[in-house]
């Protein structure tokens, strides 16, 4: 039976501001919740215009805040970036005022360019080849254990849903080798999908946190009442990634009618590969992509992502998002 989750970016619109974007998040999560899903994550992003997620754990408190019973986490927060012993006392904060509710994700992405990492930790003397020893010092304050010689507060004895983030085969070894769950970002990087998963799988090693694998994949899902609406909903986020991988990033733009023909053959084919794993579409069309992707993948939870320009768009697609997975999991 696959669970439901949703990946905000907590995206700024053109014409729009991030105070109106921090508020859109709140009322999105409590949204989900309502709708059934399991988990609402944010990411920590730097340097870009067009998302307000930076401050990653002061954005989880806000939502944690204004919802009650879905579990709001980091999707995830990019270690190198930061001291264990700080990310220890940020996510034991968390855990003391949202008890049972707050997952922490764990990447050793630098979530921006090199000028702007430089300025996040003043050198770029820590390593990302360190991120298994900054996981494993991050545990340690947690369990409270004294091997770092340091007690963090908060932090020691807190206990918040570790998990490792990958678009790569580095996650997925990391992952299994500390029987943790794992979340692969193949809603932008889907190349390494299949194998990953399958790495993690063949080699997990049961732990106190987690008796069995279990896996969580990014899957965009643009849904409308209409496959035409979809297509042009859509059309926002693929603006956004053709404008980030050409080195403009900028705020979500509204929908174009017609985008993707503008770009060309060559074009197309770059935004369809990186958009490989996306459903665009009615209910019947996004249920069919929801349901090949679970069937190729046989992952436990999808992680819905969607930047859509109109906020009651947005709602209206994860509406219909929760109602497809939840007619699967009947069938089921």
């Given amino acids: 039976m696959t669970d439901y989750s949703l990946l905000d970016l907590v995206p700024v619109v053109q014409g729009g501001s991030v105070a109106q974007s921090l508020a859109n998040a709140a009322d999105l999560a409590r949204h989900a919740e309502r709708l059934g899903f399991t988990r609402y994550w944010v990411a920590e992003h730097h340097g870009m215009s067009g998302i307000a997620s930076a401050a990653t754990a002061v954005v989880i408190a806000h939502v944690a805040a204004a919802t009650e019973s879905i579990r709001v986490g980091a999707g995830g927060i990019m270690l190198p970036n930061h001291a264990p012993l700080v990310i220890a006392e940020q996510f034991g904060t968390l855990d003391a005022l949202f008890p049972g509710r707050i997952d922490l994700g764990l990447g050793r992405a630098p979530g921006s360019d090199q000028i702007v990492a430089r300025a996040l930790r003043r050198t770029l003397e820590s390593d990302p080849n360190a991120f298994p020893q900054d996981v494993l010092e991050l545990q340690s304050y947690f369990a ?75 899957f965009n899902v643009f849904a409308a009442d209409t496959d035409a609406e979809a297509e042009l909903l859509a059309s926002s986020q693929q603006q956004a990634f053709v404008a980030l991988r050409t080195g403009n990033p900028r705020q979500l733009p509204p929908p174009v009618p017609g985008y993707r023909e503008t770009l060309g053959p060559q074009g197309a084919r770059i935004l369809d590969h990186v958009l490989e794993c996306s459903a665009v579409g009615s209910a019947a069309t996004v249920a069919r992509g929801l349901a090949a992707f679970v069937k190729r993948t046989g992952v436990d939870e999808v992680m819905v992502a969607s930047a859509i320009y109109d906020h009651a768009a947005r709602k209206r697609s994860l509406e219909i998002t929760a109602e497809v997975m939840r007619e699967m999991k009947k069938a089921v």
């Fill in 144 to 218: 409270d254990d004294g091997k770092t010689g340091i007690r963090a507060t908060p932090g020691a004895g807190a206990k918040p849903e570790l998990w490792i983030l990958g678009s790569s085969l580095f996650g997925a070894q990391l992952a299994a080798a500390l029987g943790l769950p794992y979340a692969f970002a193949s809603h932008f990087a889907p190349d390494a999908l299949d194998q990953a998963i399958g790495i993690y799988r063949r080699d997990f090693r049961p732990s106190p946190a987690l008796g069995k694998p279990h896996v969580m994949a990014g």
